[in-house]
């Protein structure tokens, strides 16, 4: 038997069954020998079936309808993906064009600052992302990377969202109203499409990250030292901002 | 997509029990399990281990659960005690039992949300000191001492004569 003195943290283990064989029996020696603390843990075991035995009938209930997993994952496989985003994403459009006609007449916003950016992110998403045949121009990573850099004449890097289920299908450099930008376009195993559009800010050299939605996309739009980015996808933003932060993340270590 | 209903499905049931025993309202506690559904299907891509998904879909729920115990600790308001397994325990054999039941996780419910949260976790859905650690997002010492501060609690409400006749039935019959 090892010299292991017997702590608390044993006791518990003890209580939950969590212990290797060898430290169980030595806990059950420890406790022959201290009764008091013995009554204690014969205690917490009792309060452990008692918790277990009044709360099984609640996992005995038969499921309402509304926990059907099935109905969960068809409702959010319809695009507009629920109800619920679809009243959402008109009531942002609403307080989107009231919000833009009351700032217009009072101060104009600059025209290629990150509201810009997220439109011409969407309407990448929206001409591409839908294209079956062709939806990116260059698939090999090394070469689009050398493209994109020399014609937003700074070195970039491609996003790798791998970790979070998306590979990379490749990219092209398209128009806007700004000069060149970098489109690139990743999927999952659904085939879901997410578009990310980059390019240097003439407004908005820093901006904080902030959602956008537009019809049946969203996504989210900042930018960090002159460079923007726009990460666009099917339904609503919120979902898309663990990836939105990873490629910031990606992009601050370069 | 049916790997995802075939991996998270059998953890529903688990789902529900925590939520009840967190909020104490069939109503409410079945809405939180939806959200967490919903939540996880949509963000099923983007979980971290390809193993166990049930920790990870604890952790959405507990995390809508505490938000909404902050909402309604900025408004000032508690949950309302719902009936506890009525239907399941209804002759007459069972009624002993069934108050003790009742007393239990009405005792249960004195204890801090965190430590009661713990407990749960751990006692009843058997996820690993580790597991309980990364739903709660506290250092494992931190489960450790919570634990042993829940049961010491737990034991102390337990030690008390039993409230059953007075307040707890009373007031779950007069409750709508």
Known sequence: ?254 | MSDMLRQIEPVIPALRRYARALVRNRAAADDLVQDCLERAVRHWQQRRDDGNPRPWLFAILHNLAVNQFRRAATRGKHVTIDEAGEHEIGQQAAQEQKLIYQDVLGKLAKLPDEQRAVLLLIAVEDLSYAEAANVLNIPIGTVMSRLSRARERLQQELDRPADIPSSNVVQLRSSP
Not at chain 1, 28 to 33: E, P, Q, V
Not at chain 1, 100 to 120: H, K, N
Not at chain 1, 172 to 194: C, F, I, K, N, Q
């Open chain 1, 1 to 254: 038997m090892s010299q292991r003195p017997i702590a608390e943290d044993d006791l518990h283990a003890y209580v939950d069954r969590a212990l290797e064989p060898e430290r169980e029996a030595e806990v059950a020696a420890y406790l022959k020998d201290h009764p008091d603390v013995a009554k204690r843990v014969a205690n917490y075991s009792d309060q452990r079936c008692w918790l277990r035995s009044a709360l099984a009938p609640f996992a005995e209930e038969p499921l309402p309808p509304q926990l059907n997993l099935s109905r969960i994952i068809q409702g959010q496989h319809r695009r507009p993906s629920s109800f619920r985003w679809a009243i959402a994403a008109m009531l942002m459009l609403a307080i989107g064009g009231i919000g833009g006609w009351v700032i217009r007449g009072a101060t104009q916003l600059p025209a290629g600052g990150i509201a810009a950016l997220s439109q011409e992110a969407s309407d990448s998403y929206q001409v591409y992302a839908s294209d079956r045949t062709r939806p990116v121009e260059l698939r090999d990573s090394t070469e689009l990377a050398a493209w994109v850099s020399s014609r937003l004449r700074q070195p970039v890097k491609l996003p790798d969202l791998s970790k979070s289920g998306y590979r990379f299908m490749g990219g092209r450099v398209v128009p806007t109203a700004h000069g060149p930008a970098a489109m690139y376009m990743y999927d999952d195993d659904r085939g879901d499409r997410l578009v990310v559009l980059t390019r240097p800010m003439t407004s908005d050299q820093n901006a904080p990250m902030a959602p956008h939605a537009s019809g049946n996309v969203g996504g989210f739009s900042w930018a960090d030292d002159g460079m923007g980015y726009s990460l666009v996808g099917p339904g609503s933003a919120e979902t898309l901002r663990p990836l939105a932060n990873e490629i910031r993340k990606q992009a601050r270590s370069i």
